[in-house]
């Protein structure tokens, strides 16, 4: 497949699927046959079209790499001309590859003749919610069969536990992981004695909070800051927490008794999870968790524009404690 689109925020599992890529070409041949062309050049996407149609010199393939494009969102007419041209005529032995952060505008003449070009593929590297723990799973068990490595059923949702949807972290806890077990298959004592399982202190966290124990919240904060614990991941423990939470007690106000039926519902891998949540969603209010959602999106936003995180997560403790105390 000589071209390929890759997008997406993922920038760790986006290099994985790029170095197969640069493999390809020749290492005493690298200084001739790949290029990596930066955003800022003008004539960027002609030069990389010019020279992804010229044969690689000696052995291996060529590579151009277009990096951080913005053929996704504009695509001037002498661009979309040279596009329509040159696709066509790229070799076997040539690699054309554009990457970029955003999502193609799929509006875009551009993006259309990508997708229906017969010798390119398109790929998304987003991470996954930390809500769709399913998909985690997922993430998980493909990691550890690439790397070939065997992990029993309930070490992977205690590694979706401690990772979320960070893939960087993934890899490198599988490879820590896989030194030490050797031939056998990971289990879960081998999660408690090697990897931070932080994320529990977090759900203890959403407990707290729950249970309009400010106190409490605050000092579980603070633990976690002293960790050195990422206060994006906090953040994304909470919302997976008081999403599910949420889901749990809207299907039960709504009559629904079918664990399996909530499980699908709220997203949850293990429905026999679901005999302790229940119990945990009994005393709150449904409008409590609603609300909370609300203003975990306002944290959200706090973090990503720079606000100071341990304030903006103190102080939104303390307004969900007292949401949850007027429950």
């Known amino acids: 497949m000589p071209v390929y689109w890759f997008w997406g925020e993922d920038d760790f599992a986006m290099q994985r699927a790029i170095d197969p890529l640069r493999s390809r070409v020749d290492a005493a041949w690298e200084s001739f046959n790949f290029e990596k062309i930066p955003p800022d050049r003008e004539d960027g996407l002609l030069a990389a079209l010019a020279q992804a149609v010229t044969p690689p010199f000696g052995a291996g393939d060529r590579l151009v790499w277009l990096a951080d494009t913005a053929l996704a969102q504009r695509c001037p007419d002498d661009w979309l001309r040279e596009l329509e041209r040159t696709l066509p005529q790229i070799p076997d032995n040539a690699i054309l590859l554009l990457t970029s952060r955003q999502k193609p505008d799929g ?5 259309k003749l990508l997708q229906k070009a017969k010798n ?4 998304e590297f987003s991470p996954i919610p930390p809500w769709k723990t399913e998909e985690l799973l997922q993430q998980v068990k493909r990691a550890a069969q690439a790397m070939k ?3 029993k059923p309930e070490a992977a949702e205690l590694l979706v536990n401690a990772v979320g949807n960070n893939t960087r972290q993934l890899y490198s806890e599988l490879e820590k992981l896989q030194l030490f077990v050797g031939d056998r298959p990971i289990a879960k004592e081998d999660i408690h004695h090697l990897v931070s399982v932080s994320t529990q202190s977090s759900l203890e966290l959403a407990k707290a909070i729950s249970l309009g124990q400010i106190s409490q919240a605050l000092k579980l904060i603070a633990d976690l800051i002293a960790r050195n614990e990422n206060p994006l991941r906090i953040h994304a423990s909470l919302v997976t927490q008081f999403r599910l939470w949420l889901w749990v007690k809207l299907m039960l106000d709504r009559g629904e008794r079918d664990d399996l039926v909530i499980a699908k519902a709220a997203d949850l891998g293990n429905p026999k999870r679901l005999f302790f949540i229940k119990k945990e969603v009994q005393p709150m209010g449904l409008k409590a968790l609603q609300k909370s959602l609300q203003l975990l999106l306002e944290q959200e936003t706090l973090l990503k524009r720079g606000s100071d995180p ?6 939104k403790a303390i307004e969900l404690c ?6």
Do not use: A, G, M, P
């Not at 390119?120 to 790929?123: G, L, V």
């Not at 341990?310 to 102080?315: A, G, N, R, V």
């Not at 007292?322 to 429950?327: A, C, E, P, S």
């Open 107 to 111: 509006r875009l003449k551009s993006t």
């Open 322 to 327: 007292l949401l949850f105390q007027k429950n």
């Open 310 to 315: 341990i304030e903006t997560l103190q102080s």
């Open 149 to 151: 490595v065997k992990i």
């Open 120 to 123: 390119t593929e398109i790929q």
